[in-house]
């Protein structure tokens, strides 16, 4: 039987899974890796550790898997996005990666809005110019690294460097591509009005596939050296987003995930192009070739949890060692014995600022309708009531743009609260389902790769194959309806607060 390497190169360590082709896992291993924050609000990464990374990671799951190597078959990459790898005409990487979450280039993300404008940014892109997109960076070094910038030849992203590696192929595919700025999400190509307005060359960029379609081979020397075959396939792969998708089998029209892990992001899938000219969700191509998905992403969702634990939970995080439970599972049994709606609490989860809806870093956390009846357990409740009305605050943007929402598939550490998922059902409106995705992108990357050697003739055959459900819950209408009134409230705090929140920024 044929098995498939999914590798995901993420920001904190490279994770790589061995899938058989009935969809079960056979075995994983991770290797983590520096991040170098050289001045504030910077984040890079030297490609060499990615590198490193995904060869332990390799040999991790290998050594774990009692199985023939001979039996890999195929390679499916994902990643972190946004990230920008700047290769000389060697092939040599010229300055360390500047990261999705580096927040530098504020001024170059105005100059590039500016040259192509603002809704023809939208039109080709489907999506504003955001400082952890790719182009902006690329603007940057020219600001900045003249000398460097001169010595430009390509320009990858973190997944495709790692391809680079492995078969000496210069490639990416369309879902990673869409998080440039430099890309035409509706056509699936490289725009070349974008990268001609900015005074980029074409060929700096790799050639774009579909995401199961093959890209290239493993190298000679490297099969060799992992006791593969050589003629293991490397296929396009996705973006992390994109993979984690197919990972959750969010393939078909109609269904949406709702992951709560540190940030919350809803992503729905979307047969036709579909844009939200505001800007305040995300247009991209999937990975599911000819589709495309629609994407909401807020900063604190699972954090905002985290934070309350660490803040005002110490008693449970020392308790939890006394009785060997998880500090998270003894705050939610508090919080199960107080009625929806917390006796009138709200919290407002912009501990980070907020991305969708509002684009503003400036919002802050705020817990509204605070009374001395209130105790601790109303308040953990409220904090996963809030962190829940922000994610339906991207459904109903996707819902105002037409993508049906017939199922939502939950996953992240808000998935393994049994309450956390019965408060998305009733807030969603939706029956809302429980996914078993442990290994997320890679798992996503393992299956593409296994519909690229013809395993599966499609991605969605794939996921029917080998994502299950573990648990259903429908929503309840009474519940429902005391939800949508408190929701009401939580939508109109923001607007009402907005005014204040650079004020109290600028005091320190």
């Known amino acids: 039987m044929n098995t498939f390497l999914g590798i995901d190169v993420g920001t904190t360590g490279c994770k790589a899974v061995l899938v058989n082709e009935e969809g079960e896992l056979i075995a994983k291993g991770i290797e983590e890796y520096p991040l170098y924050t050289p001045r504030p609000n910077w984040a890079e990464q030297d490609p060499a550790d990615w590198v490193r990374g995904t060869f332990q990671a390799i040999k991790k799951t290998l050594d774990s898997a009692g199985v023939d190597r001979k039996s890999i078959a195929g390679i499916g990459l994902t990643g972190q996005m946004h990230g920008s790898v700047f290769l000389d005409q060697k092939g040599e990487v010229i300055r360390p990666a500047i990261l999705w979450c580096d927040q530098r280039t504020a001024k170059e993300c105005e100059e590039i809005t500016r040259i192509v404008g603002q809704e023809n940014m939208m039109r080709i892109n489907g999506n504003p110019v955001l400082a952890g997109f790719t182009a902006p960076k690329i603007y940057w070094l020219k600001n900045n690294e003249p000398d460097h910038y001169a010595r430009v030849a390509k320009v990858l992203l973190p997944k495709d460097y790692i391809r680079f590696c492995l078969t000496g192929d210069f490639a990416t595919d369309v879902s990673d591509a869409s998080g440039t700025s430099l890309f035409d999400v509706p056509h699936r190509k490289w725009s070349e009005e974008i990268i001609s307005a900015l005074d980029l060359k074409m060929d700096w960029f790799p050639r774009c596939y579909e995401s199961p379609e093959i890209t290239g081979y493993l190298k000679k020397d490297l099969a060799g050296q992992l006791g593969m075959s050589e003629k293991v396939i490397v296929v396009a792969g996705g973006g992390d987003n994109a993979a984690g998708a197919i990972g959750t089998g969010i393939v078909k029209s109609g269904l949406v995930s709702a992951s709560i892990g540190t940030s919350g992001v809803v992503f729905a899938f979307s047969d036709e192009v579909k844009i939200d000219m505001k800007g305040r969700v995300h247009t991209f191509c999937h990975a599911v070739p000819g589709k495309w998905h629609v994407m909401g992403v807020m900063l604190a969702a699972g954090g905002s949890f985290r934070w309350f634990r660490d803040v ?146 499609t991605v969605p055959q794939a996921c029917e194959k080998a994502v299950r459900v573990l648990d259903k819950i429908l929503p309840d209408p009474d519940q429902n309806a005391r939800y949508n009134e408190i929701y009401g409230i939580y939508r109109d705090l923001y607007p009402a607060l907005k005014p204040f929140y650079k004020r109290v920024a600028n005091i320190r």
């Open 312 to 457: 005002l939970g110490m008693d449970e995080k020392n308790l939890s060692t006394l009785l060997e439970k998880d500090a998270y599972e003894l705050l939610t049994q508090e919080a199960e014995k107080v009625e929806p709606g917390g006796e009138g609490l709200i919290f407002l989860p912009y501990l980070t600022g907020e991305r969708t809806p509002h684009a503003d870093p400036y919002a802050r956390g705020v817990f509204f309708g605070l009374t001395l009846k209130h105790r601790k357990n109303e308040m953990v409740r409220s904090v996963m009531e809030g962190v829940t009305f922000g994610m339906r605050d991207s459904l109903e943007i996707i819902r105002e743009m037409n993508i049906p929402i017939r199922e939502v598939m939950a996953i992240g550490g808000g998935a393994k609260s049994s309450l956390w998922r019965s408060i998305q059902a009733d807030i969603y409106q939706v029956p809302l389902y429980q996914v078993k995705v442990d290994e997320g992108p890679a798992f996503g990357a393992a299956l593409l790769a296994a519909v690229g050697k013809g395993v599966f003739k």
